[in-house]
T-cell receptor, first 110, second 115 residues
Framework: TQLLEQSPQFLSIQEGENLTVYCNSSSVFSSLQWYRQEPGEGPVLLVT?????EVKKLKRLTFQFGDARKDSSLHITAAQPGDTGLYLC??????????FGAGTRLTVKP | EAQVTQNPRYLITVTGKKLTVTCSQNMNHEYMSWYRQDPGLGLRQIYYSMNVEVTDKGDVPEGYKVSRKEKRNFPLILESPSPNQTSLYFCASSFSGSSSYNEQFFGPGTRLTVL
């Protein structure tokens, strides 16, 4: 079983729409990271959140860490085709145990 | 350029034929790890290393070996590959393993097929 559950697994939207993807766990993490992976490449870090309730913004992307540090969300405003990719959340558990979710595959159609 | 390199990028082999996937980083990172990525399962950690000569098992270590004789290199060894080890493999490195702010830098991946 996955320690981190991501939803939805697949998401296909039109350019300009907003979307939110979720990352949930029954465990508390000391930090949580979001990565984006494009075909043929390794994941690239987007953001790290550490404090419960923390909100970080990266241009059109907004990341939130749940108050209890068990869940996180990624919201994209006015999605663009360049946002297409696999979005992975990763939680740091027990200081050196990094666990990844299965990912949300996002397709943004022009 | 700061990077993690893996070789080979693609490999097709047969059951039982020993193979090694190399991983090298030029960022002087202490922490290195290997993951496999399978559809619907995401990235699962195979082994990690906190520093030279220090390695430990991740979630799915069975059938794999690693070594960390030098800081920059962390090869993944499959002594007797089996078809269930067909997967996409990523090597990653970070400054240290225990900081909450650590960014892991990933290599480009090695797609392995075991027939």
């Amino acid at each position: 079983t996955q320690l981190l559950e991501q939803s939805p697994q697949f998401l296909s939207i039109q350019e300009g729409e907003n979307l939110t993807v979720y990352c949930n766990s029954s465990s508390v993490f000391s930090s949580l990271q979001w990565y984006r992976q494009e075909p043929g490449e390794g994941p690239v870090l987007l953001v790290t959140v550490v404090t419960g309730g923390e909100v970080k913004k990266l241009k059109r992307l907004t990341f939130q860490f749940g108050d209890a540090r068990k869940d996180s969300s990624l919201h994209i405003t006015a999605a663009q085709p360049g946002d297409t990719g696999l979005y992975l959340c990763a939680g740091l558990y027990n200081n050196n145990d990094m666990r990844f979710g299965a990912g949300t595959r996002l397709t943004v159609k022009p | 350029e700061a990077q993690v390199t893996q070789n080979p990028r693609y490999l097709i082999t047969v059951t039982g034929k020993k193979l090694t996937v190399t991983c090298s980083q030029n960022m002087n990172h202490e922490y290195m790890s290997w993951y496999r990525q399978d559809p619907g399962l995401g990235l699962r950690q195979i082994y990690y290393s906190m520093n030279v000569e220090v390695t430990d098992k991740g979630d799915v270590p069975e059938g794999y070996k690693v070594s960390r004789k030098e800081k920059r290199n962390f090869p993944l060894i499959l002594e007797s590959p089996s078809p269930n080890q067909t997967s996409l493999y990523f090597c990653a490195s970070s400054f240290s393993g225990s900081s909450s702010y650590n960014e892991q830098f990933f290599g480009p991946g090695t797609r392995l097929t075991v027939l």
